[in-house]
């Protein structure tokens, strides 16, 4: 199975609302990732998480605030978000060891009214 | 800081051969991988390439050189389905400690008929 999969697929929500973004693998990957990706832009990495722990966060807002509950799921919680947070939101995976080879998730496309 | 360029868009028509150049500015290179995006799809790992010279994997073979800080993707036997946008990623031992991809810019590869 060579599969992230991601949910919800699109999420509207309100800059006062709590929302959690889901992403799950079942690869055995130890490395997770979180990308924001804007319409016509590159992936830009948000956070890592190596064995279960957060090995980098990219200076990303407080609003956004990353789980990884077990070595297949990973979060991201969503707080009092601002318009220009609207993006795509990408999950992938890897070996801990192939960092350069990163199965990715189909997105959630996240739009912030 | 990391650098990397990409030319923009490219065209080309149906069967024939393209190359997506990608010119990158890093310390500690570790190694240059590429990644084709459909539009509204997910990433796809195509190749990586740490050493000098030309990995080949089936149409698809990319080719780096480290003194030149300069790689390349070349697809052969174009069809309709490589229209996509194509990344670069550098991977650098001294950013998150190896474990971060840096994206470039990205080339619209268009096939024609």
């Known amino acids: 199975d060579t599969e992230v999969t991601q949910t919800p697929k699109h999420l509207v929500m309100g800059m006062t609302n709590k929302k959690s973004l889901k992403c799950e693998q079942h690869?055995?990957?130890?490395?997770m990732y979180w990308y924001k990706q804007k319409a016509k832009k590159p992936p830009e990495l948000m956070f890592v998480?190596?064995?279960?722990?957060?090995?980098i966060n990219e200076s990303v807002p407080s609003r956004f605030s990353p789980e990884c509950p077990n070595s297949s799921l990973l979060n991201l919680h969503l707080h009092a978000l601002q318009p220009e947070d609207s993006a795509l939101y990408l999950c992938a995976s890897s070996q801990v060891q192939i960092p350069h080879e990163q199965y990715f998730g189909p997105g959630t496309r996240l739009t912030v009214t | 800081g990391q650098s990397l360029e990409q030319p923009s868009e490219v065209t080309a028509v149906e069967g024939a051969i393209v190359q997506i150049n990608c010119t990158y500015q890093t310390s500690g290179f570790y190694g240059l991988s590429w990644y084709q995006q459909h539009d509204g799809g997910a990433p796809t790992f195509l190749s990586y390439?740490?050493?000098?010279g030309l990995e080949e994997t089936g149409r698809f073979s990319s080719f780096l050189s480290r003194s030149d800080s300069y790689g390349y993707l070349l697809l052969q036997e174009l069809q309709m389905k490589d229209s996509a946008s194509y990344f670069c990623a550098v991977r650098d031992r001294l950013t998150g400690g190896g474990n971060k991809l840096t994206f470039g810019t990205g080339t619209q590869l268009k096939v024609e008929l």
């Open positions: 690869m055995g990957h130890r490395a």
């Open positions: 998480y190596s064995y279960e722990k957060l090995s």
């Open positions: 390439n740490a050493l000098d």
